[in-house]
């Protein structure tokens, strides 16, 4: 096996209570602190016990709260503005994953004092403050991440997610608590579940997974699906919640040096174009690509299906299974309808592509292969689609 490189946050923070230790941690990075988080994050207290933490510790702290659930640069740019009124040296990102994606590009943008959107692709970072990262759901991973998902309007006046990949976007410290997934509705723990199992199994089907991500994928797999389905119905107990965090922590440490694949490269311009939140759109993607890949990996899929616990079904009605149980909502919830996706299908299949994911898949797919993909997935009629036989192939 060719060297591959194995990215982490320098510290680690895991357990019950950790958010008690956010100013010990922080001092360690700064000393005037920008808090980013979304409206929800804020009605909670949790940003506003962040910033008292942050001053207690004796660091300068203000809070910024309009993240929406999809990151735009807009909201990157008055993020920014507060953290430069501030001075910032330090972005702590306390939410789920929009709030977190979100404090990495501040950090960005603060220390380069150029657009986020000049970074789309991978490797165009040149400097990013540190970045401090505390997780209320079990599902993005970004706490541990490489990556940063922001959208920007279109040439054609619609909305793209770019995918930024970096290193200088791993946080320098996460902390990560069980006891802040408490307050997360039923419906978000749901998403962000299926989120966290979705880049498990892209990690481990990926062209550019690796010995130490292939047991950490696994390992996700096998702690967060036994309680995916408690946690989507609002029953999640105190076990329940560390285990889903642990999985998720797992999954995002797997897929930041594999690579997530075909679902996430679809999921990316679903969300754009319908509003489908990100977990949500893999949901709906994850049993039809699963399915379009099991001819080119099916060893892959065999131990996956192993270990979701059930080795003698194939990982296909497992995984849409698992997803029938979160509850997820249906595309027609969404305006998801044969006219507008065959209208924006093409479109999104282009933005698939252009992201790089669908490139680590195992089954390669164009973009009319995707498209076929959107409409089988996506359309009540869409299981009469078919696909010439795989190409491409991970064993």
Wanted: glycine share 10%.
């Amino acid at each position: 096996m060719l060297p591959r490189t194995f990215l982490l946050p320098p510290r680690l923070r895991f357990g019950e209570g950790g958010i008690r230790e956010l100013g010990a941690e922080a001092v360690r990075l700064g000393r005037r602190a920008l808090v980013v988080s979304g409206p929800k994050t804020a009605a909670l207290g949790r940003a506003g016990a962040a910033v008292d933490l942050l001053r207690l510790a004796g660091l300068q702290a203000e809070a910024y709260s309009g993240i929406s659930a999809e990151p735009h640069v807009s909201h990157v740019d008055e993020g920014t503005l507060v953290g430069r009124t501030l001075g910032a040296d330090l972005v702590v990102g306390i939410g789920g994953g929009s709030a977190l994606d979100a404090a990495k590009a501040i950090a960005v943008q603060l220390a380069t004092r150029s657009p986020i959107t000049d970074c789309e692709g991978q490797d165009k970072v040149r400097a990013a403050l540190p970045v401090l990262a505390i997780p209320t759901t079990a599902g993005t991973g970004s706490e541990v991440t490489r990556f940063t998902v922001v959208t920007r309007p279109g040439d054609d006046g619609s909305q793209v997610k770019m995918l930024i990949g970096s290193p200088l976007l791993v946080p320098r410290t996460a902390i990560l608590d069980p006891e802040l997934l408490l307050s997360a509705p039923p419906a978000a723990a749901a998403g962000a579940g299926v989120d966290a199992l979705t880049h498990a199994i892209e990690a481990f089907v990926s062209d550019a997974a690796q010995p130490l991500t292939d047991d950490l994928a696994l390992a996700a797999i096998r702690h967060l699906a036994p309680h995916l389905a408690r946690a989507a119905k609002g029953e999640a107990q105190a076990e329940d919640l560390g285990e889903l965090m642990l999985g998720a922590l797992q999954a995002g440490m797997a897929f930041s040096n594999a690579s997530v694949a075909l679902v996430h490269g679809m999921a990316r311009p679903l969300g754009a174009c319908f509003g489908v939140p990100h977990g949500v759109a893999n949901g709906l993607l994850l049993a039809t690509v699963v399915e379009f890949n099991l001819p080119a990996a099916p060893e892959r899929y065999a131990r996956i299906a192993q270990a979701l616990g059930e080795e003698s079904t194939a990982a296909t009605e497992l995984v849409a299974r698992i997803c029938t149980a979160c509850s997820l909502p249906d595309p027609a919830s969404f305006g998801i309808d044969d006219a507008r996706l065959g209208r924006l299908a093409p479109q999104m299949a282009r933005d698939a592509l252009r992201s790089g994911s669908p490139q680590h898949n195992p089954r390669l797919a164009g973009a009319e292969e995707i498209e076929a993909l959107y409409r089988k997935a996506l359309l009540p009629d869409g299981s009469q689609e078919s696909f010439p036989r795989a190409r491409g192939a991970l064993e």
